[in-house]
Nanobody, 116 residues
Framework: QVQLVESGGGLVQPGGSLRLSCAAS????????MSWYRQVPAKERELVAY????????NYADSVKGRFTISRDNPKNTVYLQMNSLKPEDTAIYFC?????????WGQGTQVTVSS
């Protein structure tokens, strides 16, 4: 079965950096695009970044362009989100996502809190 396990969240000061990881299993990782989403209470889940199966193409929400970088290591079945110049408004639960066979799969999420 598909499993996505996020890690790397935590508390960081404004201007700081974090790198999130998502370890995937149960499907042919290198064949699928992957995404990172985030969610804050009472708001819809927001697409943050997207990467194609090969890693050659990426896309970002306007709010994170120039600060966040999505990447992947296909032999390790892992997708990353490098987050720099973090702002308090980046505080959220971050989720890894794969859309496979008309089904959205999610990890359990990892909390990122940006606060002084």
């Amino acid at each position: 079965q598909v499993q996505l396990v996020e890690s790397g969240g935590g508390l960081v000061q404004p201007g700081g950096s974090l790198r999130l990881s998502c370890a995937a299993s149960g499907f042919s990782f290198s064949s699928y695009s992957m995404s990172w989403y985030r969610q804050v209470p009472a708001k819809e889940r927001e697409l943050v970044a997207y990467i194609t199966s090969s890693g050659r193409s990426t896309n970002y929400a306007d709010s994170v362009k120039g600060r966040f970088t999505i990447s992947r290591d296909n032999p390790k079945n892992t997708v990353y989100l490098q987050m720099n110049s973090l702002k308090p408004e980046d505080t959220a639960i971050y989720f890894c996502n794969v859309y496979r066979n008309a089904v959205n799969y999610w990890g359990q999420g990892t909390q990122v809190t940006v606060s002084s």
